[in-house]
């Protein structure tokens, strides 16, 4: 399947990922002000998650630059599949792995089996909707890294579901039910709380 | 991609996706069409919605504590970008030693995903076997009888360690930047090296014992038809779980055992049993990314 193709199923705009196709190019070719450029667009957001997965200031440095050095390793590769503050995401996910491996702290949890996404029960979306947005923050807090994570790909860097089976290396439908397990387990939180207030 | 909207079917499966904003524009057509038709799917696009604010809110939370990134980062980056220039490194052409720390890495995860006794397990019953090869006086019954059981153990240790039950999914697939299918291929692979060696081994003794055959006839009593069944067992494996492919690959075997002259000519190293292998080996490295 070509590259114009995925890019329309992935519903990415074409005039923006050709733009990032000619920045990954100068950065291969050793460009330091393409380089530059990728930090001055990227690396706040790039350090946002990174922080999202480990909360210790040196570490998320540390896996910043190491994103960094990577994403010039592979630039030759980049393809505009998804745009290029995707595929810097996947890079320090990937990285931040790493980091969390090397220094032998608790990786991810495993958040229980994830089974197919069922559909919705309009309770818990109820519950959801009626919440405010400070509770919904603390609820957010206290999911699982690995359901935090795909709440927060989904919802704040907006990546659409053929870049998050890319990002995460999951089938659509894992994302799907893991989104919606990640759904189930705010409910559980929020209902938590509102049990610890009664 | 524009899909139709399908007012039968509700929108589930995209509603988290419409809430960010990150679906194509015919796909979000065809979903907001089904929404203004459809209580339920609006009710729940309305939780996706207070969730994806929630999830907004912590990003701002935490975007307005954390400091902004480090220009000693970039710095130091260009530095080592500078320093992997000098020593050779070339984007897009990762280094051969790279590749093989990453490989090495893949197989050692293995190593602690195959059940712990699979190992010791398999060398034993190959020691049985030895013992029993040994108490035979002919050499071609003691290479089937060697045989027998390296298949057994080769069905048995896949059937174990490449069903859904072994997967420590996602932690594995988050720990290695490797598709499903090639973890299963390198697990297989790990698998059927160790049991080759091991099978190795045994015909070596064998021989030794008895003299009368070759390493190359005795090996060629059990190496097709212990791939095809470890091939087979992986298959069932990743369609219907360990005790399915367990099941399945020892009724074969017993098969064999008590099959007679028949069975016995057809359980041997040839071409179309080493196609057999090959195929059912595609089939469960092509099933494989459905497990997750």
Excluded at chain 1, 42 to 64: F, K, M
Excluded at chain 2, 236 to 247: D, H, I, N, P
Aim: charged share 20%; with cysteine; hydrophobic share 50%.
């Amino acid at each position: 399947m070509s590259d114009a193709v995925l890019r329309g199923l992935a519903g990415v705009d074409g005039g923006a990922v050709d733009a990032d196709i000619a920045l990954a190019r100068r950065l291969a070719a050793g460009d330091r002000a393409a380089m530059e450029e990728v930090y001055a667009r990227h690396a706040r957001a790039l350090l946002g998650y990174i922080r999202h997965r480990t909360s210790d200031p040196g570490l998320a440095e540390e896996v910043l630059q190491e994103t960094l050095v990577a994403a010039w390793q592979g630039a030759a590769r980049f393809g505009g599949r998804s745009s290029l503050r995707t595929w810097l995401i996947g890079i320090a996910r990937r990285q931040a792995l790493q980091a969390v491996r090397r220094r032998r702290l608790p990786l991810a949890d495993g958040a229980g089996p994830e089974g197919r996404a069922t559909p919705d029960t309009e309770p818990e979306s109820v519950m959801l909707a009626a919440a405010d947005r400070e509770e919904l923050a603390a609820a957010m807090r206290g999911l699982s890294p690995l359901h935090r994570e795909v709440i927060v790909l989904t919802f704040v860097y907006g990546l659409s579901y053929p870049e998050l089976t890319r990002c995460l290396g999951v089938p659509l439908g894992t994302v799907k039910s893991r989104l919606s397990n990640a759904k189930r387990a705010m409910r559980a939180a929020l209902a938590g709380r509102g049990g610890e207030r009664g | 991609m524009s899909r139709r909207a399908d007012p039968a079917r509700h929108a589930s499966g995209d509603l988290a996706a419409y809430a960010a904003g990150a679906i194509p524009p015919g796909q979000a057509a065809a979903v907001a069409a089904h929404l203004r038709a459809c209580p339920a799917c609006r009710a729940e696009l309305a939780g996706w919605r207070a969730l994806a604010a929630g999830a907004r809110a912590l990003d701002r939370e935490a975007s307005v504590a954390m400091p902004p990134p480090d220009p000693a980062t970039l710095r130091r980056a260009w530095a080592e970008i500078e320093r992997r220039r000098a020593c050779g490194w070339r984007p897009g052409r990762p280094a051969a030693a790279r590749m093989l720390g990453l490989l090495l890495q893949l197989l050692r995860a293995q190593i602690r995903v195959v059940p712990r006794g699979v190992w010791p397990l398999s060398a034993a019953a190959v020691g049985a076997g030895l013992l029993l090869a040994a108490a035979v006086p002919r050499a071609g019954v003691a290479g089937t009888l060697l045989g027998l059981i390296v298949c057994a153990i080769g069905g048995v240790s896949v059937a174990f360690s490449c069903g859904p039950d072994a997967e420590p999914c996602p932690d594995l697939a988050h720990s290695l930047p490797v598709p499903p299918r090639l973890v299963l291929l390198s697990r297989l692979g790990l698998l059927f090296c160790f049991d080759t060696l091991l099978g190795l081994g045994g015909s070596a003794v064998v021989v030794s014992l008895h003299g009368a055959s070759s390493l190359w006839t005795v090996s060629g009593l059990w190496f097709g038809p212990f791939l095809a069944l470890g091939a087979l067992s992986a298959v069932l494996a990743v369609v219907w779980g360990s005790v399915a492919a367990a099941s399945g690959t020892l009724a074969l075997w017993a098969v064999r055992l008590f099959g007679g002259p028949v069975v016995a000519a057809l359980w041997r190293t040839n071409g179309p049993v080493l196609g057999c292998a090959a195929v059912l080996l595609m089939v469960a490295v092509a099933w494989r990314p459905r497990l997750a």
